[in-house]
């Protein structure tokens, strides 16, 4: 399969049961979702989607970053909801490389790695980087009780980075991740609307 290292880097929480094998076209995508298609791995620090959860997530990124629209193919997030993306417009040993969102700075950024080597090679060897894993360590140790992190929730900022929120463990808090992402997806797009220091305010919630 290949992808040895990120599985002995990377502790599988129980029940580590595979929702379903599904595809991208990216190589070793579908071997590596074989075996862990919906899995978190240590605690909830990172976690790959499925097939429906990939295809949500993608509609909140597109909601948040509309720039992105059509470009981005979801396929896992890190604890505090960034999601990670194969990044369709461009190419990277012949391969489209990776994309990582973060609704908490409100940032795209691009990562020169592509599936397999973001995987195999960027995790492994640069989780604090890549995750914040020091990060989440700090965090979990008086939050143990809502590990592992489910699909469905992330820890999320109080107050968005992009809108003066600290970067603390004070900041953070458990969080449904649609509610999440609809919500700071609404306050990245007034930030881009505003110029800097105008008040948002009056945030709704779209059904």
């Known amino acids: 399969m290949g992808f040895e290292g990120f599985l002995a880097s990377f ?9 379903g094998a599904w595809s991208l076209p990216a190589a070793g995508f579908r071997s590596l979702m074989e075996v862990a298609a919906g899995c978190s791995f240590e605690g909830g620090l990172y976690r790959l989607h ?3 959860s990939a295809s949500s997530a993608r509609a909140l990124v597109e909601n948040a970053f509309p720039e992105f629209a059509g470009r981005a193919d979801v396929f896992s997030m890190d604890w505090l909801g960034r999601q990670f993306a194969l990044d369709v417009e461009r190419s990277e040993d012949q391969e489209p490389p990776v994309l990582m969102f973060e609704p908490g700075t409100g940032e795209a950024l691009e990562i020169p790695a592509t599936f397999r080597g973001l995987h195999e090679s960027e995790l492994p ?3 604090n980087e890549a995750l914040a894993r020091e990060f989440f360590l700090e965090w979990a140790r008086p939050n143990g009780e809502a590990l592992p992190l489910a699909l469905t929730e992330c820890v999320g900022y109080r107050t968005p980075l992009f809108l003066g929120g600290v970067d603390e463990v004070e900041n953070l808090e458990v969080s449904d991740l649609d509610i999440y992402w609809s919500i700071f997806g609404q306050l990245r797009r007034e930030a881009l609307e505003h110029p800097g ?7 709704q919630i779209d059904d």
Not at 11 to 19: A, N, T
Request: a neutral charge; hydrophobic letters at 25%; proline letters at 18%.
């Open 11 to 19: 502790r599988m929480d129980p029940p580590g049961v595979p929702d």
């Open 50 to 52: 499925t097939a429906r």
């Open 125 to 127: 060897r640069f989780p």
């Open 197 to 203: 220091g105008t008040r948002i305010d009056d945030v």
